[in-house]
């Protein structure tokens, strides 16, 4: 079952945070430290927004969360659009393989329809090709490219 988030499921959710947030701090050390994205408050934040939302995948159990970001696009170099922003997406590592982020995914999907969004956008860091490979099997495309060059001291 998919829903959206309830203050009960916090814990859970900080749980995962730090999951993913440790991979990603694996594949780019020099960017991210060993934390979580959110305090329990910027999450109690989230759910009381009107443009942001977080959905679990629960049984027993929270298996998975995405978090998303409604965002309305409107100024004078772009079209004006909705655009739903992924601004994260994590299944804990015991439910992995058997398609909870596919159900997240695909539930963000028809969400983005019902609220006339025109697209789905997010970020993967170079180097996380599970991630990487997953949305584009899901039919996302590359949107553009940021490149970086970092400074040795």
């Not at 079952?1 to 990603?24: F, G, P, T």
């Not at 393989?97 to 956008?121: H, P, Q």
């Not at 099997?137 to 590359?142: A, F, Q, R, V």
């Amino acid at each position: 079952m998919i829903r959206e988030a309830r203050q009960e499921d916090l814990d859970s959710i900080l749980k995962l945070l730090k999951e993913v947030n440790y991979l990603h701090h694996l594949i780019r050390g020099d960017l991210f430290i060993e934390a979580s994205k959110y305090s329990k408050e910027d999450l109690i934040n989230i759910l009381n927004s009107d443009n942001k939302k977080i959905f679990v995948a629960v049984e027993e159990e929270i298996m998975g969360y995405i978090f998303i970001e409604i965002r309305d696009i409107d100024d004078r170099l772009h079209t004006k659009i909705r655009n739903v922003y992924i601004d994260d997406l994590c299944t804990d590592s015991k439910y992995r393989g058997k398609g909870v982020a596919t159900s997240l995914y695909e539930y963000v999907r028809e969400y983005s329809k019902s609220i006339g969004a025109y697209n789905m956008t997010l970020h993967v860091y170079e180097g996380n090709e599970s991630a990487k490979s997953f949305y584009l099997n899901k039919g996302m495309k590359i949107q553009y490219t940021c490149l970086e060059e970092v400074i040795d001291e």
